[in-house]
């Protein structure tokens, strides 16, 4: 490490011992998820700790621990601690990976998302986070997992939301789609457009209808879910059993279809 580098390390430490730690860089940042940002004018990033900022110039690193937070526009991250990878030759200094571990909070405009850990590839708009309580909140809804969640903006039209591990999706108006694995596509505003869920799958209408199956098809704009395989939907004391169902959230109207072997459909129906 160069002497420069040495000295503006020591002098960061230094402040941040009982006062905190602040720097204001001018750098591309978190706010590039988008393609249409690529060409944005640089803003400036503030990155915040209570232990102590480190940046080493000669690798591209920048290191925050102790509560540690960064800020750039309507991004930022919060965590125990954030490591960012920044490209060294050119003069905007292009953050390309970021790393943050314990209790970690990362806000872009109206998403929220938190886990144990995000990796963020902001070369690939791509971030995964994981931890047990792992969520992607936005304004049209939410994903929960128990293992991880991959947030994939290459294409911000259509973006890929892939949760794995007892994974659930509620949107604002009491839908629930759960899964051992849930594949979502979203919109630029958030909008959902589909979910395709993966073992032990189920989906919950707003008025309380429940319909399990090994996989299932969720279609946004009809308001239908396509469940497929051992299908079984509980209304109440109603239960229909089935090879394949169709089930409609507006008009909460459940249809059962047997399969290719023919077997027949089962209702237990109460009056």
């Given at each position: 490490?160069?002497?420069?580098?040495?000295?503006?390390?020591?002098?960061?430490?230094?402040?941040?011992?009982?006062?905190?730690?602040?720097?204001?860089?001018?750098?591309?940042?978190l706010?590039?998820?988008?393609?249409?940002?690529?060409?944005?004018?640089?803003?400036?990033?503030?990155?915040?700790?209570?232990?102590f900022?480190?940046?080493?110039?000669?690798d591209?690193?920048?290191?925050?621990?102790?509560?540690?937070?960064?800020?750039?526009?309507?991004?930022n991250?919060?965590?125990?601690?954030?490591?960012?990878?920044?490209?060294?030759?050119?003069?905007?200094?292009?953050?390309?990976?970021?790393?943050?571990?314990?209790s970690?909070?990362?806000?872009?405009?109206?998403?929220?998302?938190?886990?144990?850990?995000?990796?963020?590839?902001?070369?690939?708009?791509l971030?995964?986070?994981?931890?047990?309580?792992?969520?992607?909140?936005?304004?049209?809804g939410?994903?929960?997992?128990?293992?991880?969640?991959?947030?994939?903006?290459?294409?911000?039209?259509?973006?890929?939301?892939?949760?794995?591990?007892?994974?659930?999706?509620?949107?604002?108006?009491?839908?629930?789609?759960?899964?051992?694995k849930?594949?979502?596509?979203?919109?630029?505003?958030?909008?959902?457009?589909?979910?395709?869920?993966?073992?032990?799958?189920?989906?919950?209408?707003?008025?309380?209808?429940?319909?399990?199956?090994?996989?299932?098809?969720?279609?946004?704009?009809?308001?239908?879910?396509?469940?497929?395989?051992?299908?079984?939907?509980?209304?109440?004391?109603?239960?229909?059993?089935?090879?394949r169902?169709?089930?409609n959230?507006?008009?909460?109207?459940?249809?059962?279809?047997?399969?290719?072997?023919?077997?027949?459909?089962?209702?237990?129906?109460?009056?």
């Amino acid at each position: 490490m160069h002497r420069s580098n040495r000295y503006f390390l020591k002098t960061v430490r230094n402040i941040a011992l009982g006062f905190g730690s602040c720097i204001i860089l001018t750098v591309y940042a978190l706010a590039q998820t988008a393609s249409t940002n690529s060409a944005a004018t640089p803003r400036p990033i503030t990155i915040e700790a209570n232990d102590f900022l480190e940046w080493n110039q000669t690798d591209g690193i920048y290191i925050a621990k102790g509560d540690a937070y960064v800020e750039q526009g309507q991004a930022n991250i919060s965590a125990s601690q954030i490591i960012a990878n920044y490209t060294t030759e050119g003069e905007t200094r292009d953050i390309t990976q970021v790393t943050a571990t314990g209790s970690v909070t990362y806000v872009e405009g109206e998403n929220t998302a938190k886990g144990d850990k995000l990796d963020y590839d902001l070369t690939n708009n791509l971030y995964v986070l994981t931890g047990k309580n792992a969520s992607v909140t936005g304004p049209k809804g939410t994903m929960t997992a128990t293992k991880s969640i991959t947030y994939d903006s290459t294409n911000n039209d259509n973006r890929k939301v892939t949760a794995i591990g007892k994974a659930h999706y509620k949107n604002g108006d009491g839908r629930n789609v759960f899964g051992d694995k849930l594949i979502a596509y979203i919109g630029a505003d958030g909008t959902l457009k589909t979910i395709d869920a993966y073992d032990n799958t189920k989906v919950i209408t707003a008025q309380g209808t429940i319909a399990t199956a090994d996989k299932l098809n969720y279609i946004a704009s009809l308001s239908m879910a396509n469940l497929d395989g051992n299908v079984e939907i509980i209304d109440k004391e109603n239960i229909m059993r089935g090879a394949r169902a169709e089930v409609n959230f507006d008009n909460e109207i459940s249809k059962i279809i047997s399969g290719p072997t023919g077997k027949r459909v089962t209702g237990i129906l109460m009056p």
